[in-house]
């Protein structure tokens, strides 16, 4: 291949790579792990696919590195059909989650492996090692073997490994889960910074969704094989594409109600109105779920009109946040977070408080979505 | 001695007084079914039939026991690369199969450890015969126009002590290879390495540990074999193990033989010395693999 070598033109930001899935498939005897899974991603994109294990975002980055050839359908990495390359020579990048250094290898010769493997000179070598290196901030560490380092410097070492020889594609297997939260938190943004410094497209596997909405441009959510939303952060968080959704992400109220088309009746008949935008999707008549999330809604008044009526059950305060667990009439349970500062002085758990929200920050969810 | 003072305080490790206790029984066997005798074997060596070094004297002044010994080395070294070209496949294809063909391949390897050396000895005998299975073969696809000598050979033992051995070689290099995350591999081939370099820049240096253990087992254990060689070889290309027999059983010169033993014990030693230098020097490059 003439591109596995690629031409060194000085300075980054690299074009990152496009990359086309299509009717993506993979099946292990009669289990889809992936099935029918499409998207495109845009050059230097930061893609994050999201879901619990079993969803098969592993699945899917396997078959994008080409360690898993796919039952169906095809990968196009720049317009190059790929799907069935194997590894080696798709010139592209990857973090595995157990940093995967060789033991065997000093930092400075594991990082400089894949210039060895492309044909690089020793100095050469050398150099871009070291380049690398400084850009992951280890300078000077290139002698250690990586026993001698921690986890953190394992993972910089193994993403100066995954980008020393420019690749436009970067893949990234729940690369940070075997850190603890204050290094994961750092090495969130040093990869996002390496991210903007060097252009390039990166695709990111987790399991945690506050990282996959810190880090990237847009979230895949996956269940069971199957897409279930895309979509930049914020839409995916304020509003969900479904049921599914909307629960894996963040907290969520899900209060079952009755849906005639034009108003809810919740369980003890309380009607309300949601503004039109609060239907999400196409959704008919019958038993839908109206979602809120819990820090939209405010304490008020029971007697307000449109509020809903609720029992306290537990008032958990948390500094600037207080947490209030509250019942429904019909026993549903709601949640409220709430700034401490705003709430009455005197909360007492037993007693009947008001929930409102504003319109906009209702969800209607028809049954069929929880599917 | 109570129970609770067998353990550490944190109750997972032992106290030294009960690794010493566990020990004990190995010790004295070690002891008294090892040490006390080759010591006092050693020791007649020295002693006998006049104090000094006569006997050893002997052994550099005949060429013919320098011989025994230097082929005794190549036989056992034949053995150990003979079984390590076998043994690295077999392991490797242990390591990435899985279920019913790994019980299989399993069992292949476990297998002669179910006859005795004895009978797997006899085996190549009727196999190697004049007008054994393999002359027959040969002369039916017309590699050779007559039974050849192949019985009573260095290469009859080889083959033999290489089938008995290999298993030494074939569990540490599996056990090494074993150990290697399959996702070393995949990192590879994703830095752009094809297979074969996978294999040579990290599979084979990674499972060096094994290599180097199964190596030095079959090794040693080759150079001091006595039934195979004394059964398929010829007595022209004779042992030190055959050597040291005769030596006692025929001229009953047992101060000579002791010698020998103590020329083997020797040359054991300093084997084993030099192959855990290695070792360590390993695990100061690998690190805990």
């Given at each position: 291949?003439?591109?596995v070598?690629?031409?060194?033109?000085?300075?980054?930001?690299?074009?990152g790579?496009?990359?086309?899935?299509?009717?993506?498939?993979?099946?292990?005897?009669s289990?889809?792990?992936?099935?029918?899974?499409?998207?495109?991603?845009?050059?230097?994109?930061?893609?994050?696919?999201?879901?619990?294990?079993?969803?098969?975002?592993?699945?899917?980055?396997?078959?994008?590195?080409?360690?898993?050839?796919?039952?169906?359908?095809?990968?196009?990495?720049?317009?190059?059909?790929?799907?069935?390359?194997?590894?080696?020579?798709?010139?592209?990048?990857?973090?595995?989650?157990?940093?995967?250094?060789?033991?065997?290898?000093t930092?400075a010769?594991?990082?400089?492996?894949?210039?060895?493997?492309?044909?690089?000179?020793?100095?050469?070598?050398?150099?871009?090692?070291?380049?690398?290196?400084?850009?992951?901030?280890?300078?000077?560490?290139?002698?250690?073997?990586?026993?001698?380092?921690?986890?953190?410097?394992?993972?910089?070492?193994?993403?100066?490994?995954?980008?020393?020889?420019?690749?436009?594609?970067?893949?990234?297997?729940?690369p940070?889960?075997?850190?603890?939260?204050?290094?994961?938190?750092?090495?969130?943004l040093?990869?996002?910074?390496?991210?903007?410094?060097?252009?390039i497209?990166?695709?990111?596997?987790?399991?945690d969704?506050?990282?996959?909405?810190t880090?990237?441009?847009?979230?895949?959510?996956?269940?069971?094989g199957?897409?279930?939303?895309?979509?930049?952060?914020?839409?995916?968080?304020?509003?969900?594409?479904?049921?599914?959704?909307?629960?894996?992400?963040?907290?969520?109220?899900?209060?079952?109600?009755?849906?005639?088309?034009?108003?809810?009746?919740?369980?003890?008949?309380?009607?309300?109105?949601?503004?039109?935008?609060?239907?999400?999707?196409?959704?008919?008549?019958?038993?839908?779920?109206?979602?809120?999330?819990?820090?939209?809604?405010?304490?008020?008044?029971?007697?307000?009109p449109?509020?809903?009526?609720?029992?306290?059950?537990?008032?958990?305060?948390?500094?600037?946040?207080?947490?209030l667990?509250?019942?429904?009439?019909?026993?549903?349970?709601?949640?409220?977070?709430?700034?401490?500062?705003?709430?009455?002085?005197?909360?007492?758990?037993?007693?009947?408080?008001?929930?409102?929200?504003?319109?906009?920050?209702?969800?209607?969810?028809?049954?069929?979505?929880?599917? | 001695?109570?129970?609770?003072?067998?353990?550490?305080?944190?109750?997972?490790?032992?106290?030294?007084?009960?690794?010493?206790?566990?020990?004990?029984?190995?010790?004295?066997?070690?002891?008294?079914?090892?040490?006390?005798?080759?010591?006092?074997?050693?020791?007649?060596?020295?002693?006998?039939?006049?104090?000094?070094?006569?006997?050893?004297?002997?052994?550099?002044?005949?060429?013919?026991?320098?011989?025994?010994?230097?082929?005794?080395l190549?036989?056992?070294?034949?053995?150990?690369?003979t079984?390590?070209?076998?043994?690295?496949?077999?392991?490797?294809?242990?390591?990435?199969?899985?279920?019913?063909?790994?019980?299989?391949?399993g069992?292949?390897?476990?297998?002669?450890?179910?006859?005795?050396?004895?009978?797997?000895?006899?085996?190549?005998?009727?196999l190697?015969?004049?007008?054994?299975?393999?002359?027959?073969?040969?002369?039916?696809?017309?590699?050779?126009?007559?039974?050849?000598?192949?019985?009573?050979?260095?290469?009859?033992?080889?083959?033999?002590?290489?089938?008995?051995?290999?298993?030494?070689?074939?569990?540490?290099?599996?056990?090494?290879?074993?150990?290697?995350?399959?996702?070393?591999?995949?990192?590879?081939?994703?830095?752009?390495?094809?297979p074969?370099?996978?294999?040579?820049?990290?599979t084979?240096?990674?499972?060096?540990?094994?290599?180097?253990?199964?190596?030095?087992?079959?090794?040693?254990?080759?150079?001091?074999?006595?039934?195979?060689?004394?059964?398929?070889?010829?007595?022209?290309?004779?042992?030190?193990?055959?050597?040291?027999?005769?030596?006692?059983?025929?001229?009953?010169?047992?101060?000579?033989?002791?010698?020998?033993?103590?020329?083997?014990?020797?040359?054991?030693?300093?084997?084993?010395?030099?192959?855990?230098?290695?070792?360590?020097?390993?695990?100061?490059?690998?690190?805990?693999?």
């Amino acid at each position: 291949m003439d591109d596995v070598v690629q031409a060194q033109t000085g300075t980054p930001p690299v074009r990152g790579a496009e990359i086309a899935v299509d009717g993506l498939a993979k099946h292990y005897g009669s289990l889809k792990a992936v099935d029918e899974f499409a998207i495109n991603i845009r050059s230097g994109e930061f893609l994050a696919l999201l879901g619990p294990s079993g969803s098969g975002k592993s699945t899917i980055l396997m078959m994008l590195a080409g360690f898993e050839v796919p039952t169906a359908g095809r990968i196009l990495i720049d317009g190059v059909d790929c799907t069935r390359l194997p590894p080696q020579k798709r010139n592209i990048g990857m973090v595995f989650q157990h940093y995967s250094l060789f033991p065997h290898m000093t930092v400075a010769d594991n990082v400089a492996f894949p210039l060895k493997m492309r044909g690089v000179g020793r100095t050469e070598r050398r150099r871009r090692a070291a380049e690398a290196l400084k850009v992951v901030r280890l300078d000077g560490y290139g002698a250690r073997m990586p026993s001698q380092l921690s986890g953190g410097q394992r993972q910089r070492v193994a993403l100066a490994r995954a980008i020393v020889y420019e690749p436009r594609l970067l893949l990234m297997d729940e690369p940070l889960s075997a850190l603890d939260k204050n290094l994961r938190e750092e090495m969130q943004l040093e990869i996002k910074r390496l991210h903007h410094e060097l252009g390039i497209t990166v695709v990111f596997v987790t399991h945690d969704q506050g990282e996959a909405l810190t880090m990237a441009d847009r979230v895949a959510i996956l269940r069971g094989g199957k897409l279930q939303q895309l979509s930049p952060a914020r839409e995916l968080y304020e509003r969900p594409a479904n049921l599914f959704a909307a629960g894996f992400i963040g907290e969520m109220n899900m209060i079952p109600a009755q849906w005639d088309g034009a108003a809810l009746t919740l369980g003890t008949g309380e009607r309300m109105v949601p503004p039109t935008g609060a239907v999400v999707g196409t959704v008919g008549q019958g038993a839908v779920t109206l979602a809120i999330r819990p820090e939209r809604l405010t304490v008020c008044d029971p007697v307000t009109p449109d509020a809903l009526q609720a029992t306290l059950r537990e008032v958990v305060y948390a500094g600037a946040g207080t947490l209030l667990i509250a019942a429904l009439p019909d026993g549903t349970e709601i949640r409220a977070r709430v700034a401490s500062a705003s709430l009455p002085p005197a909360l007492t758990e037993g007693e009947t408080i008001g929930l409102s929200c504003p319109p906009e920050a209702m969800l209607v969810y028809g049954e069929e979505a929880a599917a | 001695m109570s129970l609770q003072d067998f353990f550490r305080p944190d109750g997972r490790h032992l106290s030294r007084g009960g690794i010493l206790l566990l020990m004990a029984p190995f010790f004295m066997l070690i002891a008294f079914a090892f040490l006390y005798p080759l010591i006092s074997l050693l020791s007649l060596s020295v002693t006998e039939p006049t104090a000094g070094f006569d006997n050893y004297a002997r052994i550099l002044d005949n060429p013919v026991y320098g011989k025994v010994l230097l082929r005794t080395l190549w036989t056992a070294l034949l053995v150990a690369i003979t079984s390590l070209l076998l043994a690295f496949p077999v392991a490797m294809a242990m390591v990435s199969s899985s279920g019913p063909v790994a019980m299989l391949i399993g069992a292949c390897i476990l297998l002669p450890f179910w006859s005795s050396v004895l009978v797997r000895t006899a085996a190549w005998a009727v196999l190697l015969q004049r007008n054994g299975l393999i002359n027959e073969a040969m002369q039916w696809f017309g590699i050779t126009s007559e039974p050849i000598r192949l019985l009573y050979t260095q290469g009859a033992v080889v083959v033999a002590m290489t089938h008995v051995l290999m298993p030494f070689m074939v569990l540490p290099i599996y056990g090494a290879l074993r150990n290697i995350p399959e996702d070393y591999g995949r990192a590879a081939l994703i830095c752009g390495a094809g297979p074969l370099r996978v294999f040579t820049e990290v599979t084979f240096p990674l499972a060096l540990p094994g290599v180097l253990g199964g190596f030095i087992l079959v090794f040693l254990t080759a150079l001091g074999y006595f039934i195979t060689p004394a059964l398929l070889g010829s007595p022209q290309d004779m042992m030190i193990a055959t050597l040291i027999s005769q030596q006692l059983r025929e001229f009953l010169d047992w101060p000579f033989a002791a010698a020998l033993v103590g020329v083997l014990t020797l040359f054991v030693t300093a084997i084993t010395l030099a192959f855990s230098k290695i070792f360590r020097f390993d695990r100061m490059m690998g690190g805990q693999v």
